[in-house]
């Protein structure tokens, strides 16, 4: 019986590899793509006013492929090519007069129709406090009636998990990256107003060994009670042994408790998702 049931947890483990999401993660060589929202600042409205395109170095990222990091900053091409224009310059104050959200991502239609992970670790964050700086996951049809946005904090010295689960037939466009929103800033200022770096998840064989992931009470006929030490939880799904899913949960503490109603009793395979990794682990329903 031992080895029948170690036989089913291989193959459970294949058919859930199958139907998990796809995952990708920060990548210094790839072909990064620049887009800027710019909008009116608060003072005068906040209305958005254009999107369009735009380079990636004159959003002001910097993608080094040989230390393997992109550096985001606020933006400062605009008013240092346009100091007397009064639509990006206020002339009376000598501020930036715009609210500039630059966007640097990776466009990859192969992902459509699929749950998704972005996964990438902030080596540093230096950013002035008047900015916002997040990595994100947006997905969104041709005509834009659907538009979906998930997004993740970027603090130094952490790794980051965006997950993506709400999954539809009209998602036709997926982009994942980073975008950086503040005044568009005075190029004299760019050392002061700082800057945040990313890169690959820092994930070490060690990390992933010493995730500790436990269940209880396991069998159970009312609520598996997760825990993950003194690690935080990003997700957890669970999958029954023809690969459905039949629970997904978003998680943010190292304890979290998945509801069995409604499930038939048996066994089920959980994967459970950290900023340091991932770890399946098997569930019974009494």
Do not use: H
């Not at 950013?127 to 130094?156: C, H, M, P, Q, R």
């Not at 009470?217 to 042994?241: L, R």
């Not at 304890?255 to 399946?280: D, E, F, R, W």
Request: glycine share 10%; net charge negative.
């Amino acid at each position: 019986m031992k080895q029948f049931y170690s036989f089913l947890f291989i193959a459970l483990g294949l058919v859930f590899t199958s139907q998990a999401q796809n995952t990708v993660e920060v990548d210094a060589n790839a072909e990064f793509l620049g887009f800027a929202n710019v909008f009116e600042t608060p003072a005068n409205g906040g209305g958005f006013v254009f999107g369009d395109f735009w380079g990636v170095p004159d959003l002001k990222t910097t993608v080094d492929a040989g230390a393997g990091t992109v550096t985001l900053q606020p933006n400062f091409n605009t008013y240092a090519d346009n100091p007397t224009d009064p639509f990006w310059v206020d002339q009376t104050t000598g501020e930036g007069n715009k609210t500039f959200e630059g966007n640097t991502f990776l466009e990859d239609n192969t992902l459509v129709g699929s749950e998704l992970t972005f996964n990438g670790y902030c080596e540093s964050n230096t950013l002035d406090a008047g900015y916002e700086v997040a990595a994100f996951i947006k997905v969104f049809n041709s005509d834009f009636s659907v538009l979906k946005l998930e997004t993740a904090d970027l603090v130094a010295g952490q790794n980051f998990s965006v997950n993506y689960t709400n999954v539809e037939g009209t998602d036709t466009v997926v982009q994942y990256g980073f975008f950086v929103r503040g005044i568009n800033a005075n190029p004299a200022n760019e050392g002061a107003l700082g800057s945040v770096v990313v890169a690959a998840p820092n994930l070490g064989v060690n990390d992933f060994e010493t995730l500790n992931v436990s269940a209880f009470p396991n069998p159970s006929n009312s609520d598996w009670n997760i825990s993950t030490g003194n690690q935080t939880m990003t997700s957890i799904e669970v999958y029954d042994t023809l690969g459905k899913k039949v629970r997904a949960i978003s998680v943010n503490s190292n304890k979290a408790a998945i509801s069995t109603n409604g499930l038939a009793s048996g066994l089920y395979i959980a994967n459970v998702s950290t900023p340091s990794g991932q770890k399946t682990i098997q569930l019974v329903k009494k």
